[in-house]
């Protein structure tokens, strides 16, 4: 804990009277005073390759903890960090996870991070293409010799073998020719000027790889049949191929290497004034937006945790984030995902409510939050959910619902719905009918998930992830299932997966499983209904159905079984 005497003395005061606002004053400057220090310190004058915050995680993730102040004390505490390094979630983050991703992005280090892996992943990619090209020439070799051997004693074998496979190596060299003659015009295509010498070299190489390849192909036609220079041509245009990717590759590799010495003589010009300037830019914005998130409320911005509300940490936070994903599929659905990326959401210690930065793609969560932690969160992502819908198609259409008609202020409007869709999230989807009909028919319509289809959590939705972590999963998956000792998670897993995929009698098998290992799944309990439905086997779905509301009498989900069990009696 970084405290001094006169930090000491400040929270003191700051115990003896917590509502009087000239100390809730003092008590944040000190905060952020000690923050900007301790990353200061740690940058080391930006000598430091990355911020290693990790000896003040309690001050940075979770604000000054004046321990007298919590139940539970320094026990609640260690609490605290333990939920943060529980969840390695790449999409929340800390204070301190935040300050040090945006400490590499600001000094370049993460820029350089990549590079060098984009040019590892390059000179494996490389080296991987001249390896197939090797194997086309060896098996290109082995047709050859093949056919020689069948030609023997019919009178078309020439005296001397070892005369005609060096003919026949001769292509090697044409395919050398034609790499060195192809990297010369991308460079000459690129702007390289080349002097008279290197020009004339250019054309010999042209003229001697042309002289080459008309030897080689004298030879196919003296000693083979029509179908076998056809299979010998084939193994050519592949290695053609690949030599021209080999070039593409090496060309983007070239390229990385230049902006990674660019990046290194940028970065090693920062002076220390430039780096401090940087840092304290990083810190300024986001104490800007957490005293803004207080303001909102009316409030103010206090980093200090007390009894006034549990902080935020990762796990609370990744909790709520589920039930959103849940009730609101489509939040993170949109252009801007694909453009942008998925939010990040940022814990900072503060209080008030969450809001959204535009500017960083990012929720921004005060660790203390006005009222309900669920319910700030909702406020944030209905911001980032408004904002990435540019066209506003979902405001005009709740502003047709009858008792909304008579809103024109855009505003109004905007604040109205955000009040409803967190009546929805935190009432409603629990199954608790409060919102008026109408509203209920829009958020149904516009929100909810989609009605007669499998339920599919985000961690596994493939419109969510890039196919390659899409597969990625599904191989895991299917790995743990075929090994015996999948998990109850793992089932479910990949009988969502075969479910999206319309497989459904693996569907059922694997949703099966997961309920034999684990019978209060109910997600998996739910979704066999959905897939029994889809098969038509109606008596089986009901039988889930049944027993979902028997388990869950009261949710949003427990309604939609209800209406199922209507139809299928």
């Not at 044409?174 to 002097?195: C, H, N, P, R, T």
């Not at 849940?326 to 008030?352: A, L, S």
């Amino acid at each position: 804990m970084y405290i001094d005497k006169s930090s000491k003395s400040t929270l003191l005061k700051f115990r003896q009277n917590p509502a009087d606002q000239r100390i809730q004053t003092e008590v944040n400057r000190m905060y952020w005073d000690a923050i900007y220090k301790l990353v200061r310190e740690s940058a080391g004058a930006g000598k430091a390759s990355r911020l290693d915050l990790s000896a003040h995680a309690l001050l940075f993730d979770c604000g000054i903890l004046d321990f007298d102040l919590i139940d539970g004390g320094r026990k609640q505490a260690e609490s605290f960090i333990a939920e943060n390094k529980s969840v390695p979630d790449k999409n929340i983050y800390t204070f301190s996870e935040w300050l040090a991703r945006e400490y590499q992005r600001a000094l370049s280090f993460d820029k350089k991070d990549e590079l060098r892996q984009e040019i590892k992943l390059l000179d494996s990619q490389i080296y991987r293409k001249w390896d197939e090209i090797k194997e086309f020439q060896n098996e290109r070799r082995s047709f050859f010799s093949s056919k020689l051997d069948g030609l023997s004693g019919k009178g078309r074998m020439y005296a001397n073998p070892l005369a005609v496979m060096d003919r026949f190596y001769q292509i090697e060299n044409a395919e050398q020719l034609f790499y060195d003659i192809s990297v010369a015009q991308k460079e000459i295509a690129g702007g390289k000027f080349l002097d008279i010498s290197a020009k004339r070299e250019l054309v010999q190489k042209n003229t001697e790889q042309q002289k080459l390849k008309t030897a080689f192909s004298n030879l196919l036609n003296e000693t083979m049949d029509f179908e076998s220079v056809k299979e010998m041509q084939g193994f050519g245009d592949s290695i053609t191929v690949l030599t021209g990717e080999v070039i593409e590759l090496e060309i983007a590799k070239r390229k990385m290497d230049v902006n990674l010495e660019k990046i290194n003589a940028e970065s090693a010009n920062f002076s220390p004034q430039e780096i401090e300037a940087r840092i304290n830019e990083i810190i300024d914005y986001l104490r800007e937006l957490v005293t803004l998130s207080s303001k909102r409320v009316h409030a103010m911005s206090l980093s200090v945790t007390a009894l006034i509300s549990v902080p935020a940490t990762k796990m609370s936070v990744k909790t709520v984030l589920e039930k959103i994903s849940e009730f609101d599929p489509k939040v993170f659905k949109n252009e801007r995902v694909k453009y942008m990326g998925m939010p990040n959401f940022v814990i900072v210690p503060g209080y008030g409510k969450s809001l959204y930065d535009w500017k960083n793609n990012a929720i921004i969560i005060p660790s203390l939050s006005y009222g309900k932690l669920d319910e700030s969160i909702f406020y944030g992502v209905i911001e980032y959910k408004l904002d990435a819908d540019e066209d506003k198609v979902l405001l005009m259409e709740y502003n047709k619902i009858e008792e909304n008609k008579g809103i024109k202020s855009h505003l109004r409007l905007k604040e109205k719905f955000s009040k409803d869709y967190v009546v929805y999230m935190s009432q409603e989807t629990r199954g608790y009918k409060v919102l008026p009909k109408d509203t209920r028919v829009f958020f149904n319509r516009e929100i909810s998930p989609v009605r007669y289809e499998i339920k599919m959590p985000l961690e596994y939705d493939p419109v969510a992830m890039s196919q390659e972590a899409f597969v990625d999963l599904k191989q895991q998956l299917q790995t743990h299932v075929k090994s015996g000792q999948g998990s109850a998670e793992h089932f479910y897993g990949m009988g969502i997966i075969d479910g999206y995929y319309e497989a459904y009698d693996a569907a059922i098998e694997n949703m099966k499983q997961a309920l034999t290992l684990q019978p209060d799944f109910l997600d998996a309990l739910y979704n066999l209904g959905i897939v029994y439905m889809k098969k038509h086997m109606r008596k089986e779905a009901a039988q889930c159905f049944t027993m979902y509301i028997q388990k869950t009498p009261q949710s949003w989900w427990t309604s939609v079984c209800q209406e199922y069990l209507t139809k299928l009696r």
